[in-house]
C-alpha cells in the first residue's frame, strides 16, 4: 500500500487486489490509464492555447524552455541564470502556469481514479459484508453479537478548518465543471455533435481558469471556513449519503439484520466555528453565526428532500389500507397545523403519505424561519432535534408495512430516515475546542471569588487541585454569582462559551454540539474543570448520589505530544474511577470519547515515536474502557500529510490494535485533502464507503487478536526499539540550536504568513518564535515545500538500522509481510521517501542558506540515504515504490513540472529575501504562487 495519487487511493482497496489488468466490464487498467494521460495531454494543450490568448506566444515558449531546462541533468545553472533575468510579472506567469497544469492534472487523475474504482467486481462494503458473512458462517462471529455492534457502528469524518488547502472555490469549482464534461465525453450514447459542444466549453472552462486569481485576496474568517465545509456536505446530502444508506441497508439485508431507525451508522462532524484553540477569530458569537449558517443550508436540503419524497409516495387509500396510528397522527396534525391543512388537504385528503410527508415539510420550514429569525420552538409546529422527525418517519414505514407496501417502507422511505440520521438539520454536529489552561484561567476566578480556599487557586499544586475539584463536582454550590459580574476580556470569552453552547443547545437541538475537546489534557484536573465550568452554564449536574447525572455535552481529553499519549491510559483510569465523573459519562450513554493527536507527537518525537504511542495508548484505552464497561470512541487528529498522521484511512481503520475500535469512530479531514477526495461527488461516495466498510469490518472481525501471544510480544519489543531509536536520531536534529535557522531560511514558511489559507494564526500566542511555537501544519508545510518533507521519514532509517542491529531483521520482514499497523506505516513512509528530492532541496540550502548554518543538511541527507536503504531492505525492493510501478511513474510526471517550480521559488525567495521588509508586491505574488503551485504538485502537503 502506498500513499494516494490524488483522491486517497487505496492501492490496496481494503486489501483486496483486481484481477491483474482486467476490470468488470472488460475495461483494462492500461486502457483507463492510457484514456488518463490523454487527457492530461489535451488539458495541457488547452492551457497552452489560454496561455498564447492572454500573455503571448512568446510565454509559452518561456514555460516550454524552463521545463526543458528542469528536466535536463545539466540544465541547472542555465535554468538559474533565466530565471535570474525574469522579472517578477513573468515570474508569476510562469508560476501559474504550472500550477494550472497541476490542477488540471489533479482533477483529471481523480477523475479516473473514480472510474477505475466503480469497474470492479464489488464495492467495499460487499466485500466486508461477504468476510462477514463468513465469519457467521464459520462460527467464529455470533448473530447477536454482530446485531449489537452494528448498532452502534458509526463512521464520522469531521471537517476541520486547518489551513493546508490552498486553492480557492471557485478554482475548485471550474475544475469540477471540466471534470464533469471529460466523464460525459465517454458516454456511447452521446451523438457526434456533443463532442465538439463539449470540446469548445472546456476550452472555455481553462480560459476561465487562466482569467481566476488563485490567491485569495484576504485571509478567510470562520464563516468563510463553515461556508467551504457545507460546500461539501452538501454535495454529499445531495449526491453519496442517500444512495449508499441504501446500499448499506441493502447489504445487511443479506445476513438478515436491519439497522434499528436510532443508529447513526454514518454522520458528519465540523470544526469551523468551533476550534477556538489559538485561534482568536472563532468568538462565541461566531459560534452561533456558523451554525445558523449550518443549519439554514441543512433544512433547505432536507425540505428538498422530502419534496421528491413527496412526489413519490403517491399511495392512495382508494387503493390500500392505512393504520390507525397513523389517522390518529393527520388529525393531530391538523390541529397542530390548521394553515398546511388548509393548503394540502383538498389536493392529498386520499394521499396520506403526502399528506403526512406535507405537514412535516411545513415542520421543517418553520424550524428554518425559526432559526433565521431566531423566535421560541413552538412544539408540534416545528422541531427540535430529530427525535420527532425520526418517529414521524418510523410511522409512516409502520403503516406502509399495514398496506403490505415494504417494498416502499424499506426503500425511499427508509433512505430518507437513513439521511436524516446522517446528516440531521445541520448537515454535521460541531465540536468544540479549547486549551486546558483557559479553563483553570477562568475558574481560577470564580473560586477565588467565593473566597473557600486560603491560598489561590493558581497556586494549588496539581494532586490538590484535583482534589478540590473532585470536592466541588458533587457540590450543590454555585461558583457564578446570579448577578452578572465583570470578568476580564478573556476570561469572560472563556464563561461566555459555555453559555453559547447551552443557548444553541436550546435553539438547535441536543445534537448541535457533542463534544467539548480540551488540549494538552496532561492530568485528570484538566477535565474535572471544564466539567464544573460546564455545571455552571446549567450544561451538566451531577445529581445526588441515588439520582442520575445530566450531561447535555461530552467531554474529550486531547491527547497530544509522546508524553501525555504515553500517559493517557493511566489518565483515563483515574478519571473514569473517580465516581462523579462516571455518571456523566452514564449520562452521555456510557460513551467516552478520547481525541488523539498525531500532528504534535510527530512534530514532538518524529514519525515513528509517534505512531507507536498512538498505537500503545489505544491498546490502553481499550482495555480501561472494557473495565468500566464504557464505549470508547476514538477522535483520530489525522492531517493531509504523513508527517501528521495522513495515508489512506481504510487501511489506517484496518490497522488499529484489536478491539480499539467498538463501533463509533471520528476522523478530521483537513485542508487539501477534503477537496481531493470529495471535489468529485462519485469519488466522495467511494471515499466514505471504503472507510466505513472498513469501520463496520475492524468492528466485527478483529475484536481479538489474529497473532499468537509471543509473535505479538516480539514485534512489539522490535517496534519499541525502531521508535526509540528513531526517537532519539529526531530529537537530536530538533534540538539542535541549528535547527529553526536553518528551516526557515531553508523553506519558505515564513512566507506562507501572506497565504490567506486559514483564520487561524500560524504561530502560537505569546512564544519566543522557537520550534515549540510553531504549528504542526506550516512545520510540515515548509519542508515539504523544499522537497525535504522530513517530519514523514526523518529518524526511521536509524529505528531500523538499530533493530537490525539488534539481530532482529528476520522480525522486521514477518512484521511487514503479517502486521497491518507496521507495513501501512512503512508503506506511508515509503510514499514519502519517494516525493523527497534532496537534488531540489539542495538548490535551497546552497541558495538561501549560508554555508557556516548548512551543515545540517549532510545531517539530513546521511538520515534519507539510511532510511531508503532499510526501508528497501525490510520490503524487498531494488527500488522505492518498485511494486507500485503506476504512483512511481506518476510521480515522476510530476517532477518534470515540478522541478520548474522549485527553481523559480528559490528564485523568488532569494530576491525577496534580499529585499528586506519591503519586497516589491508583484514579487511576493509570484513567490505565493509558487506555493500555490508546489502544494498542487505535490498533494497531501499539511
Do not use: C
Not at 417 to 436: I, Y
Not at 453 to 460: E, I, M, Q, V
Not at 796 to 807: I, N, T
Request: glycine content about 8%; charged content about 25%; overall charge negative.
Amino acid at each position: 500500500m502506498t500513499e494516494p495519487r490524488t483522491g486517497e487511493l487505496d492501492v490496496a482497496e481494503l486489501r483486496r487486489p483486481p484481477d491483474v489488468g482486467q476490470f468488470a466490464g472488460g475495461v483494462s487498467t492500461d486502457e483507463l490509464h492510457a484514456s488518463m494521460r490523454a487527457w492530461v495531454r489535451r488539458l495541457g494543450t488547452e492551457l497552452g492555447e489560454a496561455l498564447t490568448r492572454h500573455e503571448g506566444p512568446e510565454v509559452l515558449e518561456l514555460v516550454e524552455q524552463v521545463r526543458g531546462l528542469a528536466r535536463e541533468a545539466d540544465g541547472g545553472a542555465q535554468l538559474q541564470e533565466l530565471l535570474a533575468g525574469v522579472d517578477a510579472r513573468t515570474a508569476g506567469v510562469l508560476a501559474r502556469a504550472f500550477t494550472a497544469y497541476f490542477q488540471l492534472a489533479n482533477i483529471t487523475e481523480q477523475l479516473h481514479r473514480w472510474q477505475e474504482l466503480i469497474t470492479r467486481p464489488e464495492g467495499p462494503l460487499a466485500a466486508s459484508v461477504a468476510r462477514i458473512k463468513a465469519a457467521l458462517d464459520d462460527g467464529s462471529l455470533d448473530r447477536a453479537d454482530l446485531a449489537d455492534i452494528l448498532a452502534r457502528v458509526e463512521y464520522r469524518p469531521v471537517f476541520t478548518a486547518h489551513p493546508t488547502e490552498a486553492s480557492r472555490r471557485s478554482v475548485l469549482d471550474l475544475l469540477r465543471r471540466i471534470a464533469d464534461l471529460v466523464h460525459d465525453s465517454g458516454d456511447p450514447r452521446r451523438r457526434a455533435g456533443d463532442n465538439a459542444r463539449d470540446r469548445r466549453r472546456i476550452a472555455e472552462l481553462v480560459d476561465l481558469l487562466w482569467q481566476t486569481d488563485e490567491l485569495r485576496i484576504e485571509r478567510p474568517k470562520p464563516t468563510d471556513e463553515a461556508r467551504s465545509a457545507i460546500y461539501y456536505l452538501q454535495t454529499l446530502a445531495a449526491t453519496v449519503v442517500p444512495d449508499l444508506m441504501g446500499e448499506l441497508d441493502r447489504q445487511l439485508g443479506t445476513l438478515g439484520v436491519e439497522l434499528p431507525a436510532t443508529a447513526r451508522p454514518l454522520r458528519f462532524g465540523t470544526w469551523a466555528g468551533g476550534d477556538r484553540d489559538g485561534n482568536p477569530n472563532v468568538t462565541p458569537a461566531v459560534t452561533l453565526e456558523t451554525l445558523t449558517l449550518q443549519f439554514d443550508f441543512g433544512l433547505r436540503e432536507l425540505i428538498a428532500a422530502f419534496d421528491d419524497l413527496i412526489l413519490e409516495l403517491s399511495a392512495s387509500t382508494r387503493v390500500v389500507a392505512i393504520s390507525p396510528e397513523l389517522v390518529e397522527s393527520l388529525e393531530r396534525d391538523r390541529e397542530s397545523l390548521p394553515g398546511a391543512y388548509a393548503a394540502f388537504f383538498r389536493l392529498n385528503h386520499e394521499e396520506p403519505y403526502r399528506l403526512k410527508l406535507s405537514y412535516m415539510r411545513a415542520r421543517l420550514q418553520r424550524t428554518r424561519d425559526r432559526l433565521l429569525n431566531n423566535t421560541p420552538h413552538e412544539p408540534n409546529r416545528d422541531y427540535l432535534g430529530l427525535a420527532q422527525v425520526i418517529s414521524e418517519l418510523e410511522l409512516i414505514r409502520a403503516s406502509l408495512r399495514v398496506g403490505g407496501a415494504d417494498l416502499i417502507a424499506d426503500g425511499p422511505v427508509l433512505r430518507l430516515l437513513r439521511t436524516v440520521q446522517a446528516l440531521g438539520m445541520g448537515l454535521a454536529t460541531l465540536d468544540v475546542r479549547e486549551h486546558a489552561a483557559k479553563h483553570h484561567a477562568a475558574l481560577a476566578v470564580l473560586v477565588d471569588r467565593v473566597g473557600e480556599l486560603s491560598w489561590p487557586y493558581a497556586d494549588l499544586a496539581r494532586p490538590e487541585r484535583i482534589a478540590f475539584l473532585k470536592r466541588e463536582l458533587t457540590s450543590r454550590r454555585p461558583l457564578r454569582a446570579a448577578t452578572p459580574l465583570e470578568f476580564e476580556p478573556e476570561i469572560a470569552k472563556t464563561l461566555a462559551l459555555f453559555d453559547t453552547i447551552k443557548v444553541a443547545l436550546d435553539r438547535f437541538g441536543p445534537d448541535v454540539i457533542e463534544s467539548y475537546i480540551v488540549s494538552m489534557t496532561q492530568d485528570i484536573d484538566d477535565l474535572l474543570a471544564v466539567v464544573v465550568l460546564a455545571r455552571e452554564a446549567g450544561l451538566v449536574d451531577i445529581g445526588r448520589s441515588d439520582s442520575p447525572a445530566v450531561a447535555r455535552i461530552g467531554f474529550v481529553p486531547l491527547f497530544e505530544t509522546v508524553a501525555e499519549l504515553e500517559a493517557a491510559g493511566p489518565l483515563m483510569e483515574a478519571l473514569l474511577a473517580d465516581p462523579s465523573y462516571r455518571k456523566v459519562v452514564a449520562a452521555r450513554g456510557d460513551v467516552q470519547e478520547i481525541m488523539l493527536g498525531y500532528s504534535d507527537s510527530s512534530k514532538d518525537a518524529g514519525i515513528a515515536a509517534s505512531q507507536w504511542q498512538i498505537h500503545r495508548a489505544q491498546r490502553a484505552l481499550r482495555d480501561i474502557a472494557a473495565k468500566h464497561g464504557v464505549v470508547l470512541r476514538l477522535f483520530h487528529g489525522r492531517g493531509g500529510s504523513v508527517g501528521r498522521g495522513g495515508g489512506p484511512t481504510g487501511e489506517a481503520i484496518l490497522s488499529q490494535p484489536f478491539g480499539s475500535l467498538n463501533g463509533p469512530i471520528k476522523i478530521t479531514e483537513q485542508g487539501e485533502v477534503i477537496s481531493d477526495k470529495y471535489t468529485l461527488p462519485g469519488l466522495g461516495r467511494e471515499n466514505v464507503e471504503l472507510a466505513l466498510a472498513a469501520v463496520i469490518e475492524a468492528s466485527t472481525l478483529h475484536r481479538t487478536s489474529l497473532l499468537p501471544a509471543d509473535v505479538l510480544h516480539t514485534w512489539n519489543d522490535t517496534m519499541s526499539l525502531v521508535a526509540s531509536a528513531g526517537q532519539t536520531a529526531y530529537r537530536g536534529l530538533v534540538r539542535d540550536e541549528a535547527l529553526v535557522p536553518f528551516f526557515v531560511k531553508a523553506t519558505p514558511v515564513e512566507e506562507l504568513a501572506y497565504l490567506n489559507i486559514g483564520s487561524r494564526p500560524a504561530k502560537r500566542p505569546g512564544g519566543a518564535g522557537g520550534l515549540a511555537d510553531l504549528r504542526a501544519i506550516p512545520w510540515v508545510f515548509g519542508w515539504t515545500q523544499s522537497r525535504i518533507i522530513l517530519p514523514g521519514w526523518f529518524g526511521v532509517g536509524s529505528g531500523l538500522a538499530a533493530a537490525r542491529a539488534d539481530g532482529r531483521g528476520e522480525a522486521l520482514a514477518e512484521m511487514y509481510g503479517s502486521w497491518n499497523f507496521f507495513r501501512t506505516f512503512l508503506s506511508n513512509v515509503q510514499m514519502t521517501l519517494a516525493k523527497t528530492d534532496l537534488r531540489i532541496a539542495e538548490h535551497y540550502v546552497r541558495t538561501l542558506v549560508p554555508d557556516s548554518e548548512a551543515g545540517l543538511f549532510e545531517v539530513i541527507r546521511a538520515e534519507h540515504e539510511r532510511t531508503v536503504e532499510e526501508v528497501l531492505r525490510v520490503t524487498g525492493q531494488s527500488a522505492l515504490l518498485e511494486t507500485s510501478p503506476l504512483l512511481a511513474r506518476t510521480l515522476e510526471l510530476r517532477d518534470a513540472y515540478l522541478a520548474p517550480l522549485h527553481g523559480l521559488q528559490v528564485s523568488l525567495l532569494a530576491k525577496s529575501r534580499a529585499a528586506g521588509d519591503s519586497p516589491d508586491p508583484e514579487l511576493r505574488r509570484a513567490l505565493l504562487q509558487t506555493i500555490n503551485g508546489i502544494a498542487a504538485g505535490l498533494r497531501n502537503t499539511g
